[in-house]
C-alpha cells in the first residue's frame, strides 16, 4: 500500500478534469431541500491555498492539524461560492459538515421550510478560480424527477424549473 501522500501525488497526476457535483433532493416529508456537494479534496485544497484565497497559512486538507478549523473554513468556503434561490427567495443554508471518502469531500447542506418545490435558481463559482476547466454539475431531484445543470466560467448561474 502507498503512503497517504504518495497515493495523493499519484491520484493528483492522473487527475486531468476538474469537477464538482451538486445534488438538491427535496425531501417533501421534512419539508426541506437535502445539499451534497462531492469535490475532489486535492482541487479543494489547492482552491484553498490559491493566492486569491484569503489562507494565511497553508491549509492541509487531507491531514489537518485541526479539524474543527477546517470545518469553519469549508463552510465559509461554500458559503462564498454557492447561492441559492428557492421560489423567488434567498434563504441561507445551514452547512451541516463534511466527511471525507477517500481522496473526495462530501460536503452536507439543508435549507429548511421548502414545502414544495417549483424553482430554485443556482449560482455555483466552485474552484473557478483555481481552475481554468471547471465544470459544476448540479442535480435537482423534486417529484421523482431529476434535472440538471451544467455550470462553468462561461455560465455560472442557472435556474431548474418543476
Known sequence: MLP???GFIL??????????VCSINHAAAENS?????????????EALNHPSAAATSYIDVLNPPD???LDVIVHEYL???LAFTVNGQAPEPQFLGFE?????????LE???I???EKVKVQNTLLLNTFDDQVNIVHVKANNTVKSMKLAHNQIVDTITF
Open 4 to 6: 497517504i501522500n504518495l
Open 11 to 20: 491520484f493528483s497526476l492522473l487527475h486531468p478534469f476538474h469537477i464538482s
Open 33 to 45: 431541500l437535502q445539499i451534497t456537494v462531492k469535490i475532489f479534496a486535492d482541487d479543494l485544497e
Open 67 to 69: 479539524p474543527d478549523q
Open 79 to 81: 458559503d462564498e461560492h
Open 100 to 108: 471525507r471518502e477517500d481522496l473526495t469531500m462530501w460536503c452536507y
Open 111 to 113: 435549507i429548511t421550510g
Open 115 to 117: 414545502a414544495e418545490l
